[in-house]
């Protein structure tokens, strides 16, 4: 390995940035900060949260353009970095919040974040992403949805996308935040390996111990201006604390309660059983603060939720001489979860609404609240827990990770709660801050409300808490008190235990994974599909056994030639709803075109005339869907918002151009488009394997990654190089190319340019494709669903005609079909997330 490392050149910076600066909304992230990273080399970057580390490098990797300063990547200058080319240049992130894809399984994920050449000559594509996985310590089927995965997991998913590369760069934004010791000492041993190759490493993190085990040489941030530079080796730890807080540090940890045999007991646990632990027991004096340790993933997650009521459990808990079911523990607990962004924040709401939502009742006036009484209180807590935010208004998502920790802390408090429970608090914390979080538990502790802390961090667990139970595979191996906390004693209950797997949820993951196959199909994106299948030959065999006809070849022909309008319409309305968007405007699109192609598809107009008029029409829906898709992206408008508009445009301009039917559309064409196989029309074959190629381009180009990604996570999409403005516009311009295939089968049957004809398709084309399993979320979804989806709408419409029922029950049931649809994806996605 040395000998690889003195083949590189040393003495230029592989990333050199230099006079950086970054401001939002006034407010100055970066301010003329420079940093060169020497290939080779392993260099930390240390600050407070908020300090401007991750800001520094989404600047290095593209994601973020600063306002001003150079960028140079060996040597060289870069005008405009982009996601993308930046992996060109071979700089990777790992970033805090994994950039991963939830509704995407974990060979998409990997294969839409890296490039085909990554693949390339390294044999069966599964292999390979096996075997990369495993180096990194994952172990999870290739076909499991990223959203089943744990933090751990996902983090350890990023890990392996940006060691694949084999950089020249390799930025870590706290990578081990949510490790177990066995992942954080397998992810040192691959980062000392890369380095020995050459790769120069960007390390942020908050743990000194991490700096001295593995960086050369240190960057300071604090307040977004640069504040030193040293070797590692030649810096002390107080020195490189004194620069990163700006004062000297007291000692980490507040002393601990001196208890005694007088204190009263103010927890008890008594054999607590649930999903994912058994039988464990502790007994706490008021003013301790109860540990709870052991190798991530071993059960100390189900234990505390079932302790907040957040899951069943049985055994007693005692709170303050007061037992609590799970219906008082979810009332009086507050509860701060390790995975922030999931459960812990409402991200689109502003840091005092997060703050302020669990204690709403101190905030009431009579019947109202009070604003003024709310921000006083709210921006107290704040302010004790010294939160930085441009304002309590701010968006929460604007904050950075440590900040927005804290407002989940200042929400916890603000509940006034009899008992508070914190799964890994200070993950992503950054030194300073976690000093006052520190406190303030402590103080909670001794103002007689118990708290738990369940923590991967031993040596904390060590200097903040009074008793420590360490479990292992569900089980409490050990209870330590005392002078027996320590780091060793620790590590040592949990990775030396014998203890079976408790017979829990835990006892069955193993299983669970074994029996996958058909387990991820019928939480994967074809389940819909196949019960939709089986309810339309129900359907269809029930109406043939009441009117023989209903098989005849007129019959089929007719349904599949409404099935053809429909299911392109219905295509079309899938992509838009993959991307997270919608589209409104099919309906009257679809309506507009056969108005137009009413003044030139007719008997008495030349071939040529004709063609022209199908090619405006082909025209206009492109326009109609650039339109849509620079509205949502550029003109910043929703989704509904810029659809609705089209929508009533033109709804307007059909009525503009034709105020009632006229135009008979040209028998040849007609012709032409009822052109049949047996009793099946071409058109509908056309359709079918139109669906089966989109579908295929779905899962196996990136043209549909990109569109999955996109609707998936956005911000994740956008990381990984997704160009998103560029995807959104051609997805909706994709749309109504679509529409207008559409149209081309409407115009047929309609046979005549009708205004009033053609809106009813947004409706059925939305229930078509929320039939077919695409949700309305976006980000998964299946155009084979969407077809089978059109075919029992019409479907149901034929059965009405046959079965002799009135016009009214074709609304009901349809309405029923988009109830029973909406149940089950609901139904469904509960029970993949009980699985994690």
């Known amino acids: 390995m040395d000998t690889q490392l003195e083949d590189v050149d040393t003495s230029v910076a592989v990333l050199s940035l230099t006079g950086i600066s970054k401001s939002y909304s006034g407010v100055a992230a970066l301010t003329d900060v420079s940093l060169d990273v020497l290939p080779g080399e ?59 894809l939830p509704d995407m399984t974990v060979l998409e994920n990997l294969r839409v974040a890296l490039p ?73 041993a691959r980062v000392r390996a890369a380095v020995a190759r050459g ?55 507040p002393p601990k309660y001196e208890a005694t045999d007088a204190d009263e007991i103010n927890l008890v646990i008594d054999g607590l059983t649930g999903d994912g632990f058994t039988e464990v027991s502790a007994a706490v004096k008021r003013g301790e603060i109860l540990g709870v340790a052991g190798v991530v993933g071993n059960g100390q997650s189900e234990l505390l939720r079932a302790l907040a009521g957040l899951q069943p459990f049985t055994g007693r808990v005692v709170v303050n001489g007061r037992e609590s079911n799970s219906s008082a523990l979810l009332e009086k607990a507050a509860y701060m979860p390790a995975d922030r962004h999931t459960e812990g924040l409402m ?26 009484r709310e921000v006083e209180t709210v921006g107290n807590t704040l302010d004790s827990l010294s939160v930085k935010a441009a304002s309590m208004d701010a968006v929460v998502s604007s904050l950075s990770g440590g900040n927005q920790q804290k407002v989940v802390m200042a929400r916890a408090l603000l509940s006034e709660p009899s008992l508070v429970i914190a799964d890994e608090p200070t993950q992503g914390v950054d030194v300073g801050a976690r000093l006052e979080i520190y406190k303030i538990l402590r103080e909670v502790s001794a103002s007689g409300i118990p708290v738990i802390v369940a923590s991967s961090d031993a040596k904390e667990l060590e200097g903040l808490c009074d008793q420590v139970v360490v479990m292992s595979r569900g089980n409490a191996v050990d209870t330590l008190l005392g002078d027996d906390i320590t780091e060793s004693r620790i590590v040592q209950a949990a990775v030396t235990s014998t203890a079976h797997t408790a017979n829990t949820r835990l006892a069955t993951t193993e299983k669970i994974a074994r029996s996958t196959p058909f387990r991820r199909f019928v939480q994967g994106d074809y389940a819909p599909s196949a019960l939709l299948v089986g309810v339309i030959v129900l359907l269809g065999a029930f109406i043939f056994s009441q009117n023989a006809r209903y ?49 030139f598809v007719n008997d008495d107009k030349p071939f040529g005339v004709v063609g022209l008029g199908i090619l405006l029409m082909f025209v206009l829906a492109i326009a109609t869907g650039l339109i849509n898709g620079s509205l949502i992206r550029f003109g910043k408008f929703t989704a509904i918002a810029a659809t609705l508009t089209l929508y009533i445009a033109l709804q307007g301009l059909s009525f503009l151009l034709r ?10 064409f007609t012709a032409v488009m009822t052109t049949r196989v047996g009793p099946v029309p071409v058109v509908f074959i056309v359709l079918v394997l139109l669906a089966i190629g989109l579908e295929l381009m779905l899962r196996k180009r990136r043209w549909g990654w990109r569109l999955r990604a996109t609707g998936s ?20 311009a994709t749309t109504s190319v679509l529409v207008f295939l559409g149209a081309m089968v409407l115009m047929t049957q309609i046979g005549v340019g009708d205004p009033a004809q053609g809106v009813s398709y947004t409706l059925s084309s939305i229930t078509a494709v929320v039939l077919g399993g695409t949700s309305l979320l976006g980000g998964r979804g299946t155009f084979i669903g969407s077809l089978f989806g059109s075919i029992l709408i019409i479907q149901v419409l034929n059965a009405t005609t046959f079965l002799g029922l009135s016009q009214m029950w074709q609304y009901i049931f349809q309405g029923v079909l988009i109830l029973v649809a909406a149940i089950f994806y609901s139904i469904a996605r509960r029970r993949r997330k009980t699985l994690v």
């Open 42 to 100: 392993v260099h930390a970057l240390l600050g407070e949260n908020g300090a401007g580390k991750s800001t520094l490098m989404n600047v290095a990797s593209g994601t973020v353009q600063p306002d001003g300063g150079t960028i140079r990547v060996n040597g060289e200058p870069i005008d405009t970095l982009s996601p993308a080319l930046a992996a060109k240049l071979g700089i990777a992130i790992v970033h805090q919040h994994p950039a991963v």
């Open 116 to 188: 085909p050449s990554v693949f390339e000559g390294k044999g069966s594509l599964e292999e390979y992403a096996s075997t990369i996985l495993g180096e990194s310590g994952l172990r999870v089927h290739l076909g499991d949805r990223v959203e089943t995965l744990t933090v751990a997991q996902k983090h350890l998913l990023e890990i392996t996308k940006a060691l694949a590369l084999e950089p020249k760069v390799l930025v870590l934004d706290e990578p081990t935040a949510p490790l177990g010791q066995d992942s954080v000492d397998l992810l040192f």
């Open 199 to 253: 790769t120069a490493v960007v390390y942020i993190t908050h743990r000194m111990a991490e700096v001295r085990q593995l960086a050369d040489r240190v960057t300071v941030l604090r307040d977004g201006k640069l504040r030193g530079v040293a070797n590692v080796d030649e810096v002390s730890d107080d020195e490189l604390l004194t620069m990163i807080v700006g004062r000297q540090m007291e000692s980490t940890f």
């Open 347 to 372: 991200m689109s709401l502003t840091v005092r609404e997060n703050a302020a939502v669990a204690a709403l009742k101190r905030f009431k006036r009579w019947a109202l609240l009070s604003h003024t």
């Open 551 to 599: 098989l005849s070849d007129f019959n089929i022909f007719s349904v599949l030639m409404l099935v053809s309008a429909l299911g392109f319409i219905a295509l079309g309305q899938t992509i838009s709803l993959l991307i997270g968007g919608i589209d409104l405007s099919v309906g009257p699109l679809a309506g507009f075109l056969v108005v137009v192609g009413s003044f």
């Open 659 to 668: 105020d009632s039917p006229g135009g008979y559309i040209a028998a040849g």
């Open 713 to 732: 996570d956005e911000e994740a999409a956008r990381r990984i190089g997704v160009n998103i403005d560029k995807t959104v516009v051609l997805a909706y």
